[in-house]
């Protein structure tokens, strides 16, 4: 998955796509697959694709990229259940991912749901730090105040 994804940033899609598809018995990589087949106006090719990561793995960030393939092939008010069902499926935003809740984000901004969108982005906010404060336990940081550079440990 990781290697795809170098390769689509380089510009590599055709060599990506193969990637993708090897890998595509994981979940991420089939929805990056279908991603990458969305952006290349292979929507058809995409659903197909992200229907089967949704069966197995019915996450709301991937319900939110069937709801933007959807779209792309005309059908809105479908596209709007989905993008309805996606945010609807989210009882605890602390559960989801920070990646999942950028989706999750964008997708309630579309609907018009800016309660959603401040719960989302609190959730994603409140992930972030605390992965920032776990980097900084046990790391050294220098004191302040004396002049010396020694070293202390952070709490």
């Known amino acids: 998955n990781l290697r795809a994804i170098y390769l689509e940033e380089l510009g590599d899609r055709a060599?990506?796509?193969?990637?993708y598809r090897q890998a595509s018995e994981w979940p991420m990589a089939g929805f990056n697959l279908a991603l990458l087949l969305h952006k290349s106006k292979r929507h058809?090719?995409?659903l197909e694709v992200i229907d089967q990561v949704l069966e197995r793995?019915?996450?709301p960030a991937y319900?939110?990229?069937k709801g933007d393939i959807v779209a792309a092939l005309g059908q809105q008010s479908a596209a709007r259940l989905l993008h309805q069902d996606a945010v609807g499926r989210v009882v605890d935003p602390t559960k989801q991912s920070v990646w999942?809740?950028?989706w999750l984000t964008r997708?309630?901004?579309?609907l018009g749901h800016e309660?959603?969108?401040?719960?989302?982005r609190e959730a994603s906010a409140a992930q972030i730090e605390a992965e920032e404060d776990s980097v900084l336990q046990g790391a050294l940081l220098p004191e302040r105040g004396?002049?010396?550079?020694?070293?202390?440990?952070?709490?």
């Open 100 to 102: 999942s809740l950028g």
């Open 57 to 59: 793995s019915p996450q």
């Open 15 to 19: 060599c990506a796509e193969s990637v």
């Open 63 to 65: 319900l939110v990229l």
């Open 44 to 46: 058809q090719e995409a």
């Open 146 to 155: 004396d002049g010396n550079s020694e070293m202390r440990e952070a709490a």
């Open 115 to 120: 309660d959603l969108v401040q719960k989302f």
């Open 107 to 110: 997708c309630a901004r579309s």
